[in-house]
């Protein structure tokens, strides 16, 4: 058990999250890493953030001038898998007409059928996905949300186990 007078070599071979060959310690740091990308990625976006009409790279999905693996698609909403996967499922759903919502925080009354529609596209990618024993969605919202695409965006996440509460 480490102490407070342990010398600070003893203290750290002693303690697997600070061991430079502990494969804990790989793995935090590994995660450290991506949490730190993704909100870096997220107050970049925030400190100059677009007009509300201002494509994004969503813009260019839907218009396929860059390739995405798309799973889903009706005339409203489109769902692909995320280019950079946090779960072994994850799956984007967008409107495809922005009409303003940048974000949720934007969203105003004539925004709620949209919001209805990606919801319940969203329990259908589930199920077609194959996710019977759950799933997450999220929805990040401005740089304290760690929002980086400014095109509002649900996150589908599931096959394993989430933690709660998020980071
Ligand atoms: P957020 O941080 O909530 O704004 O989420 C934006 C998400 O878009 C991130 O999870 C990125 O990995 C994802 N993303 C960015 N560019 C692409 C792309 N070209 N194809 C698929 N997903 C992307």
């Not at 779960?87 to 940048?102: E, F, N, R, V």
């Not at 949209?114 to 401005?142: H, M, P, S, T, W």
Request: aromatic share 4%; with cysteine; glycine share 6%.
């Amino acid at each position: 058990m480490s102490s407070a007078s342990e010398s600070p070599d003893k203290a750290t071979a002693n303690n697997p999250l600070k061991h430079p060959n502990s494969r804990i310690a790989v793995l935090t740091s590994h995660f450290t890493a991506t949490m730190s990308s993704e909100k870096d990625a997220a107050l970049a976006a925030a400190a100059a953030p677009p007009p509300a009409d201002s494509p994004t790279i969503f813009d260019k999905i839907i218009n396929k001038e860059i390739p995405a693996k798309v799973v889903y698609e009706d005339d409203k909403v489109l769902a692909f898998r995320d280019i950079a996967p946090q779960a072994p499922t994850h799956i984007l759903l967008i409107p495809k007409i922005k009409d303003g919502l940048t974000g949720l925080s934007q969203a105003e009354e004539r925004h709620c059928e949209i919001l209805g529609q990606l919801l319940y596209a969203a329990k259908l990618v589930a199920k077609q996905e194959g996710l019977e024993d759950g799933f997450r969605v999220v929805i990040n919202d401005g740089p304290d949300g760690c929002q980086s695409v400014y095109h509002l965006h649900l996150h589908l996440l599931g096959g394993r186990q989430m933690n709660w509460p998020p980071g």
